[in-house]
């Protein structure tokens, strides 16, 4: 499997399984919450640990530092920031909560892939 698909799956349990209630409820008040900060390192550490799966099988020596530094930040100024929702209310996108949570997890996946093609 390729590093990028490592990081897609460690995104899925992240950022959806490891994700509570209460995480998701009170991150939407504001980008100094207790609740974004734990989502937030817990799915950092998530990708961290998905990332070192894949760099077992591909020999590879990733810059964890910088690698985890921009998935806390990016994924700290998606969530707290509420960007999917700044982006759809921008573009006049339906309010369908679906539509947000595809540009939210698009978000998501687009610094993945930044990630992999520029930082390794």
């Known amino acids: 499997m390729s ?5 897609v799956i460690g995104h899925l349990v992240g950022d959806w399984m490891l994700q509570t209630d209460w995480m998701a409820r009170e991150k939407q008040n504001g980008m100094a919450t207790r609740a974004l ?9 998530t ?3 998905f990332l070192a799966l894949a760099a077992t099988r591909h020999a590879l020596a990733p810059p964890y530092l910088t690698v985890g530094l921009t998935i806390l930040l990016s994924h700290w100024f998606i969530d707290g920031a509420r960007l999917a929702a ?10 369908q909560e679906f ?8 978000l998501h996946l687009l610094v993945l892939a930044f990630v ?5």
Not at 37 to 45: E, S
Not at 116 to 120: D, G, K, N, P, R
């Open 86 to 95: 700044r982006w759809s209310q921008l573009l006049r996108q339906t309010k």
């Open 47 to 49: 990708l961290m640990a």
């Open 99 to 106: 539509v947000r949570i595809m540009v939210d997890q698009t």
């Open 3 to 7: 590093t990028f698909a490592w990081l």
């Open 116 to 120: 992999v093609e520029f930082l390794f």
């Open 37 to 45: 900060l734990v989502h937030c390192l817990i799915y950092t550490g």
